[in-house]
């Protein structure tokens, strides 16, 4: 695994925890088809203390899942936070809390589960998918993602065909996918060849979306 290498943001600031202003902070891109992402770099400033707690105290679950003909390893570690589930750092708790605050009046609910994914280096990620499993296979809804440790390319694509759209995300970024985003667009986190640290996403549902 190579080493991660923290945010100079975060040297600069020194260890403390803090979440910086939603209010006309997040800028919106427009997408097609009624789908929209808002995008916060550094939201979470001197996310590493939450990094390496993230590392070192959840029991990240390597899990095995079908495909085509065989059965294959997941390219990641995971967890998974059920509704009313502590999480494993206060930084996470005020996130989510203040996340359903700002994005519940549009909305219309709170986000209530937290599912992580570890990507150890580079030879981990994620395919090309929407969350279509639950009520965003055919309403819209929001997922929020902060990521935490060293930056990772997300990819987003139209499922309709279109230009694919790069957001490098780590060190307590924030993308908010909202809209038809599920459902009509495609995300993913490529592997990569050259080295990068681990990084740990974070991504806050509501109810029934996954």
Not at 145 to 155: D, E, K
Request: aromatic share 8%; net charge neutral; charged share 20%.
């Amino acid at each position: 695994m190579t080493a991660y290498q923290p945010s100079m943001l975060d040297l600069m600031a020194g260890t403390a925890t803090t979440l910086g202003p939603l209010p006309g902070g997040p800028v919106r891109h427009r997408l097609s088809a009624g789908a929209w992402v808002d995008v916060l770099p550094g939201w979470v400033r001197g996310s590493d203390p939450v990094f390496d707690t993230l590392l070192t105290a959840v029991d990240w679950r390597a899990e095995r899942r079908q495909m085509y003909d065989g059965v294959v390893d997941v390219p990641r570690l995971l967890r998974w936070y059920g509704p009313g589930e502590a999480l494993p750092h206060p930084a996470l708790t005020d996130a989510r809390d203040r996340l359903s605050a700002h994005y519940g009046p549009e909305l219309g609910e709170e986000f209530v589960t937290a599912g992580m994914c570890l990507y150890r280096d580079g030879r981990d990620s994620v395919a090309w998918h929407g969350d279509t499993r639950g009520r965003s296979s055919r309403e819209d809804t929001m997922v929020a993602i902060v990521s935490f440790g060293s930056p990772r390319n997300l990819l987003l694509r139209p499922r309709a065909g279109g230009e694919t759209l790069r957001f490098p995300l780590g060190h307590g970024d924030l993308i908010v996918m909202g809209g038809s985003c599920q459902r009509t667009w495609e995300h993913a986190i490529p592997k990569t060849a050259r080295p990068v640290g681990p990084r740990v996403s974070v991504q806050f549902r509501p109810i029934n979306v996954a």
